[in-house]
């Protein structure tokens, strides 16, 4: 019997050739894009779970109340791993992990010529791949980071420095803030795609005792914050209320001027839950599998839609097996049957969609997966019950609507009274659209959004600023360096910053008018060169002659008057900032030192006396603005000539400003990239379905068009007539998916303290383009049908 049913659906899939094609091919686009969002989604959500003791590790985490302003810490001091420990007896062990804040320089002692700049150096605890799972491809976990100046390093990291041989027991050359040799200890497997620690270097912290810069990093000897990543295994998952509890007692006991609160957040939820509540990860998690979920079902509707749409053609079919005994069960079974091959045919060229195209897609989320993910236990399962679900929804509503022709009715060829397909078909149409026209808006809507923030006046001019970073090797050599940048003739002028713009500040906080209240300044220190040269203005100007470039004056911006509650004019003022008082020397106007999406916070800039001191041995960013009309790759070059002559061991790099500034904002790029994409496949889907549905019915009402040609109805009337019933389903589809679309992006936007209004034409563009869309979809028939020759369209079947 199944054998039959297979013969069969082979059969229509064959004689029914376009119908075939759209339902295959619209139903493996929605498939090919649920199988991308569903690798992503089950990448995201699969974070550290591979570690044998996931459920028991959690990272201590604190925030502190200092004068109303909540500051978060994400790591702690060294000694707060041994006194929790101490402490806490619902603690089995911890592990310490410092993640170099900055690029490191790498070279091979036996070819020192040759340097890298690497990322992913952390220091760890010794036991560091005990305590986590981290495969070692060479080397005992236990003694590998034991030693002082040990280090294992990753696989790619092995392959890049010492090619095909055994780099256990030969040394690499670190540069952190001062070079050191290490010794390679192991090997380690590269760290898993889905794991928030990374590493291509793991150092021992050991180490940072033997460094000259230990002392950044280990002099706090309290449990507090710190430079560490601090991780706890507990003895049981079940007393991370109690520990926590422990822990904020004992902060509540300590006498001191902050009030400190302590979390504990488990490792399998710090990717999504990253930073006390920044939860863009989760929001995509919740957009990409609801935008799934509806292509899916533009696909799914497509399937149901065309299939119940050609009942008729199987009606008699249906009426001789029920009249030769058949039972509707066993007609339910053989149509369900026909939609099991037709899913697993699509489901295959799905799944060679998704293969295909994956490349692209992750790079448009840039995310990189292991392609052993893909084959996980997880994935493979979530695949089986995917096919499994789209087999029973794509044959459900055919095979109960199939099944239940009555035999007399339908072998007198009057299914079309009973069906009442129709008002299922226009709900289904008019569905579609109304997903098509939704992503449209939204679509829109974040592009316009994306463009008013690269657009929008910030108070400084972006345009044609270089920014290079200078380690401390420059040393003394830095005025030298500036001088020289400075004097080529594609330079206007050079600035210097400890920290690239958008690239962070420092913090401290100025006193207000009780202990409790504080305010929290963000603070930049600069040379004197910085303001002109980044077009910055002045809103009260120093008095003439004034000495900016010392440590007691400050030049602040518009909102710091206003939240220090200074007067009017300010110059003069002064600033109680606990151990010293700012005279403050200027204010400048507001401009955006970091994001747009919060306002502009209160600001000070610090003016160096002497750059030779404050930059050159702590390193320093250096802006060069650009002369219009200068070859860029040219003067790039001169800039990179003048660097080498000063630095030899740091490798030279770049970054403009407004680059630095555009990717700030690269979760929105990705949103409106991947929305974009989710569009113009929804217009396909919907166009595939309207293409086969009008295709059945403009067949249907053949008889009707020749009969009304003879009349003498023209080709537009008829082409009209035709495509009526159609553009008000997709009218119909507007109306129903603006204030839906309009609601979604309001709620999104409100995430910028920036944004536009929602612009009416917005509505009028995506109505727009599905009338167009389903008019030309519609014309290709209607016209096909309005030019046959009406004494075919009446000959007798």
């Known amino acids: 019997m199944f054998k039959n049913y297979l013969k069969i659906a082979f059969r229509n899939l064959q004689k029914q050739k376009l119908y075939s094609l759209i339902n295959i091919t619209g139903l493996a686009v929605g498939l090919a894009v649920c199988m991308m969002i569903m690798l992503y989604v089950t990448h995201e959500m699969t974070y550290d779970r591979f570690h044998a003791n996931a459920k028991r590790i959690y990272k201590l985490q604190a925030s502190i109340n200092i004068g109303g302003n909540v500051m978060n810490m994400n790591y702690m001091s060294y000694a707060s791993g041994p006194l929790v420990k101490q402490s806490q007896p619902g603690v089995e062990s911890y592990m310490r992990t410092l993640d170099y804040f900055k690029p490191v320089i790498v070279s091979n002692p036996l070819t020192p010529e040759t340097k890298f700049k690497e990322e992913k150096l952390v220091f760890a605890d010794p036991a560091f791949f005990n305590f986590f799972t981290f ?358 002028s050079v600035a210097t910053s400890h920290y690239a713009m958008y690239g962070g500040y420092d913090m401290f906080f100025i006193e207000g008018k009780t202990k409790q209240e504080s305010v929290a300044l963000a603070s930049l220190s600069v040379d004197n060169k910085f303001i002109s040269t980044l077009g910055l203005e002045w809103k009260f100007a120093p008095t003439p002659n004034a000495q900016l470039a010392t440590r007691t004056k400050i030049v602040i911006n518009e909102t710091a008057i206003k939240d220090l509650k200074l007067p009017a004019n300010p110059v003069g003022s002064i600033i109680d900032a606990g151990n010293q008082k700012l005279e403050v020397a200027g204010v400048v106007k507001n401009f955006n030192f970091s994001s747009m999406e919060s306002t502009i916070g209160p600001l000070g800039l610090f003016i160096a006396a002497d750059t030779t001191q404050a930059w050159g041995t702590m390193g320093c960013n250096l802006f060069a603005r650009i002369k219009p009309h200068t070859n860029i790759p040219s003067l790039i070059g001169s800039i990179e000539n003048i660097y080498k002559k000063y630095d030899q061991e740091t490798p030279f790099s770049y970054t403009f400003m407004d680059d630095a500034f555009d990717k700030q904002y690269k979760a929105e790029d990705r949103l409106a990239a991947i929305f974009s994409t989710f569009t113009y496949i929804t217009i396909l889907l919907a166009t595939l379905g309207l293409f086969g549905l009008a295709a059945f019915t403009i067949e249907q009402r053949t008889k009707e068009i020749g009969i009304r040609k003879i009349l003498g109805a023209s080709m537009a009337t008829i082409t009209t007539l035709l495509s009526t019933d159609f553009l008000k389903l997709i009218l119909l589809s507007v109306i129903i998916a603006s204030p839906v679309a309009w609601y979604a992006m309001h709620n999104w936007l409100q995430n910028f303290a920036y944004r536009i209004n929602i612009p009416w034409w917005v509505f009028a563009l995506a109505g727009s383009m599905a009338l167009i869309t389903a008019i030309v979809t519609i014309s290709y028939h209607a016209v096909k049908a309005a030019l046959a020759n009406p004494v075919n369209s009446l000959r007798s079947e």
């Open 135 to 492: 495969n070692l491809k060479a080397g005992t976990a236990g003694d590998v980071l034991s030693k002082p100046f040990s280090v294992v390093i990753s696989q790619d990291m092995a392959k890049k420095y010492f090619g095909d041989t055994n780099p256990v027991g030969k040394t690499i050359r670190l540069k952190t803030d001062s070079a050191y040799t290490y010794q390679v200890t192991g090997v380690a497997e590269n760290a898993p795609s889905n794991s928030s620690i990374n590493y291509n270097f793991v150092a021992s912290a050991s180490s940072l005792l033997a460094m000259k810069e230990a002392k950044n990093y280990t002099g706090e000897q309290s449990i507090s914050g710190g430079s560490f990543n601090l991780f706890l295994l507990l003895k049981n998952a079940a007393d991370t209320a109690n520990t926590r509890k422990s822990l904020q007692h004992m902060a509540d006991n300590n006498k001191g001027d902050f009030k400190t609160q302590y979390h504990l957040s488990s490792i399998t939820s710090l990717h999504l839950a990253n930073n006390f509540g920044d939860f863009s990860n989760l929001k995509y998690l919740k957009i990409f599998p609801l935008v799934a979920v509806l292509i899916l079902l533009l696909a799914l509707v497509n399937y149901m839609s065309l299939t119940t749409a050609r009942a008729t053609l199987r009606a008699k079919e249906v009426g001789v097996r029920k009249v030769s005994g058949a039972s509707r069960k066993a007609i339910a079974a053989q149509f369900y049957v026909e939609s099991g091959l037709f899913t697993l045919l699509s489901f295959t060229l799905g799944y060679l969609l998704c293969y295909a195209f994956k490349p692209w897609f992750l790079n448009i989320l840039q995310l990189k997966i292991d392609n052993s993910f893909l084959y996980s236990p997880i994935v493979l399962m979530f695949l089986f019950g995917l096919l499994l679900l789209t087999a029973l929804i794509s044959g459900i509503y055919p095979s109960i609507v199939l099944s239940s022709f009555k035999p007399v009715i339908t072998l007198k060829g009057k299914l079309s009274r009973q069906s009442g397909g129709t008002v299922v078909r226009k709900v289904f149409t008019t569905l579609q659209f109304s997903i098509a026209v939704g992503l449209i808006i939204c679509g829109v809507v974040i592009d316009r959004q994306l463009y008013y923030l690269r657009h929008a006046d910030t108070g400084l001019n972006r345009e044609n600023v270089v920014m290079i970073p200078v380690g401390n090797s420059i040393g003394k050599n830095y005025p030298a360096l500036n001088k020289d940048v400075q004097a080529l003739a594609g330079v206007s």
